[in-house]
């Protein structure tokens, strides 16, 4: 064989490789088709086919899938709008212990406020409290040195000190009073404080607990 002639002939091989190949492609493109169409028409007369002998079999087995994929998608359906109302109770407990949440914040923030104001007024009670039970001690003593200098009498000096000693006794009395008034104040305080604190753990246990009902 020539080289001229081998040319030629390895052309018209690839030529008809090359055909061949399209024709393979087209081949393969067309059953797809044909495959797309049987599968369409199917779709559409498989539910006219239960007195045709030979497709009696393959008719009852479309159907038996046919309901099961009724009642799949009926239960599909049916989680969707369960999970569509779980998701909506949810997101309208959040909103709900939001808005609350600002409340309860709001209230504890005030009582705080409130507690730390009797605090301060407590601490200085305490050290006037402390000064007038020092003063009382120095004017006690004092009348006590006053009459042993001169026992048979009671000087001025001693009658003014004995009154500034009632004057303190009256004073600390009513300290302690004070002190009894904003004790039983601060216990109110803390015990609105821990309502305040429950209803706020209540909120947040209602919101968990829709959170795992919807996580199950």
Known sequence: MTHGRYIIASLLQHFGV??????????????????????????YCWENTE?????????WSLRKLKKGEESLLAKIKESESILAA????????I??????GEIFLDERTTLFESVEELSKDRDLIIAEAAQ??????????????????????????????RHEL????????????????????LEQLKD???????????????????SEAFSR
């Not at 909103?95 to 609350?100: I, M, V, Y």
């Open 51 to 59: 007195h045709i002998e030979e497709l009696s079999m393959q008719y």
């Open 132 to 161: 007038t039970k020092k003063r009382h001690a120095a004017l006690k003593m004092k009348v006590k040195v006053l009459q042993e200098e001169d026992f048979t009498q009671e000087s001025p000096e001693i009658q003014k000190s």
């Open 86 to 93: 779980a998701q909506e109770q949810r997101a309208s407990e």
């Open 95 to 100: 909103d709900r212990a939001n808005d609350l």
């Open 192 to 210: 609105q404080l821990d309502q305040i604190q429950g209803k706020m753990d209540l909120e947040t246990g209602s919101i968990n607990g829709t």
């Open 166 to 185: 009632a004057e303190l006794r009256e004073t600390f009395s009513n300290d302690k009073i004070r002190l009894e008034i904003i004790d039983s104040q």
């Open 18 to 43: 090359r055909r061949k190949s399209k024709r393979m492609t087209d081949a393969a493109f067309e059953t797809h088709l044909m495959q797309d169409g049987e599968e369409i028409l199917g779709a």
